[in-house]
C-alpha cells in the first residue's frame, strides 16, 4: 500500500508525520548521548575507584604481596580496572556508531522531506495557477455572453422601432454579431483553459503528488529502518563487550578462588618466625625454708648479727616473660645478627639468592663483552677493541666484588645454621635435665638436695631467693649466690635494658640462676658483674653434684 493512492487527500497528515518522525530521531540521539556520558562518568569513577585502593608501587619483594589474600584483591582491582575500559568502549562505540551517524542522516533526512515538499508545493501552485487562467476564461465567456445577449435585444429592439433609421438598425445589428463573434472566441477560449485545467489536476493528482507522497513514504520507511538499526546497534554495542566482561568477572571469581588461608598463615609463620623456645614452666619458690632455718639458728644461738651481704647486688630488672611488649629499637647489622636465629637464616639465603642473580647478570655482561670485543678485533671497521676496556674491567670488578660478598654471606650462613643445630641439642640437654631434676615432694616442698635452692656459704646466710617473673615490671635485689654450672654465649648480646650485661659471641659466664620460665638466664662475669642474658642465646652446662 502506498501513500500516493491511499492518502492523496492527507497531504497534511503526511507533513505532521514525517516531522514527528525526524523529532523521534532527535530524541532518541539525545537519548544516546545520555547514556553515553553516564557510561563515560560511570567508568571514570570506577577507575578512580581502582585508583584510589591500589598500591602506588606493586612488587613482588612488598610483604603484603606474600598474602594469596592481599594478591587476590590486587587481581580484582586489576580486573575492575579492564571492566572500566569496556565501558569506556561502550561509551565510545555508542558515540561513534549511534549519536554520530544518526546526527549526520538526521541532516540528510531534513533535507530530503524539505525537497519532497518543496516539489509538492510547486505541483500545487501550477495547479492553482490552471485554476485561475480556468477561472478568468470562464468569466470572460460569461461577461461576453451576457454583454452579446445584450447586444441582440437592442438590435431587435431598434429593427422593430418605427422611429429609428436604417443606420441606427444596421448599427445594431453589426454590434450584435461583433458581440456574438466575442463570444465564440471566449467559449473556445474557456473549453480550451477547461481540458488543460482537467488535464493538469489529473496529472497532480494521479501523478505529480502521488510521486511526492511515495517519495516521502520510501524516505520515512527508511527512517524507520535506520532507527531500527539504531535500536540494535544500542544492544549490539553491549553485547560485544560481554565476553570480555564476562572475562573479568571470571578472573575476579578466579582471584576469589586462589585465595590460600592456611597459606597465608603458613608465610605469617616463614616470615616471623623467630627460632626462640617457649619459656618454661615456673617452679615452686618455698619461702618456709627461710623460716624454718631462721628459728633452728635461733634456737642455738648461732645467730649473733646480721648475715653478710655482698655490696655488689643485681640491679633492678625487667624480666622478659612476655615477649609482647615494646621493643627496643634494634640496630642493624650487616650480617643480620640483630635478628633472631630463624629469621637471620632467611634473610641471608635471601641475600645470597639477590647476589646470585646479580652475579650471573654481571656474568652474562662481561660474556657479550668479551664477544664484542672479539668481532671488533676481526672486524676493526665496526669499532676500537680498546674502547671496550674499561667496561670489561668494571665488569670483572663487580665480578669479583660479588663472589666475595656471596662468599661472605654463605660463611655467615653457616655460622648460623651451626648455631641452630647448636641451640637445639643444647635445648634437648637441658629438657632431659630437667626430666631427671627431682620434683617438689607431697607437702608441697622442696627436696633438701634439690639444685632449684642454692645457699652461701656462710651459715648465717640466707637461701637465695630467686627473682619472681610474675610480671615484665617486677623489680628484684638478690644476695650474691654460688654458681650451679657455666653458660656459653652463642650470640653476641648488647644488653641495652636495665638488669642485663652484654655478652661476646663465645664468651664462658658463671651460670647463677636458670631460666625460670621467662626466657631469661642469670649469668655473672669473671669480674664480678651479674645480670640476664636471653636464654636462647647461650648453650648452659650445669655443675654434678
Not at 5 to 30: A, F, H, M, N, P
Not at 236 to 251: A, F, Y
Not at 348 to 369: F, G, M, R, T, W
Not at 372 to 389: A, C, F, H, I, T
Amino acid at each position: 500500500m502506498e501513500w500516493g493512492s491511499e492518502l492523496w487527500d492527507q497531504y497534511d497528515i503526511i507533513d505532521r508525520q514525517t516531522q514527528w518522525g525526524i523529532d523521534l530521531i532527535e530524541k532518541y540521539v539525545k537519548f544516546v548521548k545520555d547514556r553515553t556520558e553516564i557510561e563515560q562518568s560511570y567508568a571514570k569513577q570506577l577507575r578512580t575507584l581502582v585508583k584510589k585502593y591500589s598500591p602506588k608501587r606493586v612488587s613482588k619483594e612488598d610483604h603484603e604481596m606474600k598474602f594469596s589474600q592481599y594478591q587476590a584483591f590486587i587481581n580484582i582491582l586489576n580486573e575492575l580496572n579492564d571492566y572500566a575500559g569496556q565501558r569506556e568502549i561502550i561509551a565510545e562505540n555508542l558515540m561513534q556508531n549511534i549519536f554520530a551517524q544518526l546526527l549526520k542522516y538526521l541532516h540528510e533526512n531534513k533535507q530530503e522531506r524539505k525537497m519532497h515538499l518543496l516539489e509538492g508545493r510547486k505541483a500545487q501552485q501550477n495547479l492553482e495557477t490552471s485554476f485561475k487562467q480556468l477561472d478568468n476564461a470562464k468569466r470572460r465567456f460569461e461577461r461576453d455572453c451576457k454583454e452579446a445577449e445584450k447586444a441582440m435585444q437592442n438590435a431587435e429592439k431598434a429593427d422593430h422601432d418605427i422611429n429609428a433609421t436604417k443606420a441606427d438598425v444596421e448599427k445594431a445589428k453589426q454590434q450584435a454579431n461583433l458581440r456574438n463573434h466575442m463570444v465564440e472566441e471566449s467559449k473556445n477560449e474557456y473549453a480550451s483553459q477547461l481540458q488543460k485545467y482537467n488535464k493538469d489536476q489529473n496529472q497532480f493528482y494521479f501523478v505529480e503528488m502521488p510521486h511526492v507522497f511515495n517519495k516521502l513514504q520510501e524516505m520515512d520507511e527508511k527512517r524507520i529502518q535506520k532507527l531500527c538499526e539504531a535500536y540494535k546497534m544500542f544492544a549490539d554495542t553491549e553485547r560485544q563487550v560481554m565476553p570480555i566482561i564476562g572475562k573479568c568477572l571470571d578472573g575476579m571469581t578466579k582471584a576469589a578462588e586462589s585465595v590460600n588461608e592456611s597459606g597465608d598463615s603458613q608465610v605469617l609463620i616463614e616470615a616471623h618466625k623467630s627460632g626462640f623456645e617457649r619459656p618454661g614452666e615456673l617452679e615452686f619458690e618455698d619461702y618456709s625454708q627461710m623460716i624454718n632455718r631462721t628459728s633452728s639458728e635461733n634456737s642455738i644461738g648461732s645467730l649473733k648479727s646480721e648475715p653478710k651481704t655482698d655490696q655488689r647486688t643485681i640491679g633492678k630488672s625487667k624480666t622478659k616473660r612476655w615477649p609482647f611488649g615494646k621493643k627496643n629499637k634494634l640496630i642493624v647489622s650487616e650480617d643480620f645478627s640483630h635478628l633472631p636465629p630463624e629469621q637471620r637464616r632467611k634473610k641471608l639465603q635471601q641475600k645470597i639468592e639477590d647476589l646470585n642473580k646479580e652475579l650471573q647478570k654481571q656474568v652474562d655482561q662481561s660474556e657479550a663483552l668479551d664477544k664484542m670485543k672479539d668481532v671488533y678485533q676481526r672486524n676493526p671497521q665496526m669499532g676500537d677493541p680498546n674502547s671496550l676496556e674499561p667496561r670489561i674491567m668494571e665488569t670483572n670488578q663487580q665480578i669479583e666484588r660479588l663472589r666475595n660478598e656471596i662468599q661472605k654471606y654463605e660463611m655467615w650462613l653457616a655460622d648460623a645454621e651451626a648455631k641452630l643445630v647448636s641451640r637445639n641439642d643444647s635445648f634437648v640437654q637441658y629438657t632431659a635435665h630437667c626430666e631427671r631434676s627431682p620434683s617438689l615432694n607431697n607437702n608441697g616442698s622442696h627436696d633438701k638436695e634439690s639444685p632449684d635452692t642454692t645457699y652461701s656459704d656462710d651459715s648465717g646466710q640466707e637461701p637465695l631467693v630467686q627473682p619472681s617473673p610474675v610480671s615484665e615490671f617486677d623489680d628484684f635485689e638478690d644476695d650474691l649466690a654460688h654458681p650451679i654450672g657455666s653458660s656459653t654465649a652463642l650470640y653476641p648480646f648488647d644488653g641495652n635494658s636495665e638488669g642485663t650485661i652484654p655478652m661476646a659471641e663465645g664468651e664462658v659466664l658463671q651460670l647463677i640462676e636458670e631460666d625460670k620460665g621467662d626466657g631469661w638466664t642469670r649469668v655473672r662475669r669473671s669480674d664480678g658483674e651479674e645480670g640476664y642474658v636471653p636464654t636462647s642465646y647461650v648453650k648452659i652446662t650445669l655443675s654434678r653434684k
